[in-house]
């Protein structure tokens, strides 16, 4: 008994002041322009950045938008690609004036950049990182932090050696109806928190897009356990505010890949055009016909790839049961072929449950709100609604605020760097070492980082 008490009690949780329902603390626009008012340099300067990866990501969150919005604070002094083509039309997309390399170590010698953001494929972030960080930078990353243990503790070492910071882009963690999730769950309004049910759903549009990629290899994307859970498993983090210690997984492929009806090279030489419905046409993208088919001859990735080639090697259905050292468990699934696109999640706790089904536009509803619905036991219910942004959610503009705009308070632990970055890594690749092994796998017997019960 005493055991169990004890075990409730170190779920407590931090509480934070303010009421629960209503409006929520961030309004996207209200903070960009907040952030435009109190525009500052940091020691009078505006950081130098330059990025390597001017991919879909590169050219996108990390390009004009910024040029744009934070030429206050920021500098671009140069832009990398491996790819000559893809450098060009990258470089003249985000608009920065600015010289551009193929050379990743020329770049960093010749423009002493204060920022690397890495945006390349995942497979390569670790090198990027490492290197970024000997040659004098900081590193902002996208998630993906790393695919596999050796290349997170490779940056884990990099930390130690070099004494420079790394900022994984978790621009999930700032959609406002996340961010009021985790107030509720610090408020103790649903009592100790138990366990929690996480299913996400990709559609048959977004799913599909990453068997058509790299993200289709396990050794480039590590799976969609890495590649797209690290999401979800870094909001599990972050909400339950403790570390995974075990994970036992299932997962398999048994719809993409190998099982099509048929299959081709990529969509536009394909002669099943007219009985697949996974056809796409991606010249009708201006964009992604710039950035991608016309750049093909260097390269030979196409970013229209089958979705029912033979080498796909990742599972597209999986679900894990996740232990943490809080005693909270969590039962979690991604599926990838799904009628429409969103997610459940329900946070049980002693005292009540906060729920939420949130769906990407749902085709039957015109409400442009995210729900949240808190049940009390022997009590009332109450449901609270917070206004959808753009952009994750209006999740990208907040995280960009915060990125680049010196002293930005972070009330709610938004912000994540490696430790944050690695534990959503570590949790899928235990998921897939557990489907390897069919057994449970520790976090702690990964890399040298020892899981902590409370985060403070
Ligand atoms: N946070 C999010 O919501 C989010 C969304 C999309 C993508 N991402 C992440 O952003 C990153 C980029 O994704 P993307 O969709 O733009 O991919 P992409 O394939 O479109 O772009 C990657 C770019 O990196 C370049 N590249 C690869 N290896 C390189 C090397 N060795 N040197 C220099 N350039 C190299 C490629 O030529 C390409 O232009 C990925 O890590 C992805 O996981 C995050």
Redesign the pocket.
């Known amino acids: 008994m005493k055991d169990k008490v004890n075990a409730m009690s170190r779920r407590k949780f931090l509480a934070v002041s303010g009421a629960i329902a209503g409006t929520t603390l961030f309004d996207p626009k209200s903070q960009l322009l907040a952030s435009n008012a109190t525009a500052v340099k940091q020691n009078g300067k505006k950081t130098k950045i330059a990025v390597?990866?001017?991919?879909?990501?590169?050219?996108?969150?990390w390009g004009g938008s910024i040029v744009k919005d934070y030429s206050n604070q920021v500098e671009y002094v140069g832009l990398?690609?491996?790819?000559p083509g893809?450098?060009e039309v990258?470089s003249q997309m985000i608009g920065a004036n600015c010289p551009t390399f193929?050379d990743?170590e020329k770049m960093m010698r010749e423009t002493k950049p204060d920022q690397l953001v890495?945006?390349?494929?995942?497979d390569?972030?670790d090198?990027?990182i490492d290197k970024g960080m000997e040659m004098g930078a900081n590193i902002i990353?996208?998630?993906?932090m790393a695919i596999d243990e050796k290349k997170i503790q490779t940056i884990i070492d990099a930390e130690k050696k070099y004494g420079k910071e790394c900022r994984v882009?978790?621009?999930?963690r700032y959609s406002p109806h996340r961010a009021k999730m985790w107030e509720i769950l610090r408020s103790g309004e649903i009592g100790d928190l138990t366990s929690v049910d996480f299913h996400w759903y990709l559609d048959t549009s977004h799913g599909a897009d990453y068997f058509r990629?790299?993200?289709r290899l396990v050794e480039k994307?590590g799976s969609l356990w890495v590649?797209k859970a690290s999401?979800h498993f870094d909001l599990l983090n972050w909400w339950i505010q403790s570390d995974p210690e075990s994970v036992y997984a299932l997962g398999d492929l048994e719809f993409y890949g190998k099982n099509g009806p048929f299959r081709s090279d990529k969509c536009r030489t394909c002669p099943h055009t007219k009985d697949c419905n996974f056809y796409w046409d991606i010249t009708k993208s201006d964009r992604l016909k710039r950035?991608?088919v016309d750049?093909e001859k260097y390269?030979g990735?196409h970013?229209d790839g089958c979705v029912f080639r033979n080498d796909v090697n990742i599972h597209d259905k999986m679900a894990a049961t996740i232990n943490y050292m809080n005693g909270v468990q969590v039962s979690y699934s991604l599926t990838t072929y799904s009628p429409y696109e969103g997610y459940r999640i329900a946070f049980n706790g002693t005292k009540g449950r906060m729920d939420a089904w949130i769906q990407e536009s749902n085709p039957t509803s015109d409400a442009n709100y995210d729900e949240i619905v808190i049940a009390r036991n022997f009590g009332r219910r109450e449901y609270i609604q917070i206004p959808q942004g753009s952009g994750?959610g209006g999740g990208?503009r907040l995280l960009l605020n915060q990125v680049f705009i010196p002293n930005t308070p972070d009330p709610l632990k938004q912000a994540a760097g490696i430790r944050d970055g690695a534990l959503a890594c570590l949790v899928g690749i235990a998921a897939r070492k557990s489907i390897e092994s069919k057994g449970k796998v520790y976090i702690k017997d990964l890399t040298s980082i020892k899981p902590q019960e409370i985060k403070v």
């Open positions: 390597v990866g001017l991919g879909n990501r590169g050219t996108g969150m990398c690609d491996i790819n893809r450098l990258g193929t990743f890495v945006t390349t494929d995942d390569t972030h090198y990027f990353c996208e998630k993906p882009t978790f621009n999930y990629r790299w993200h994307g590649h999401h950035l991608y750049n390269d990735y970013r994750h990208d």
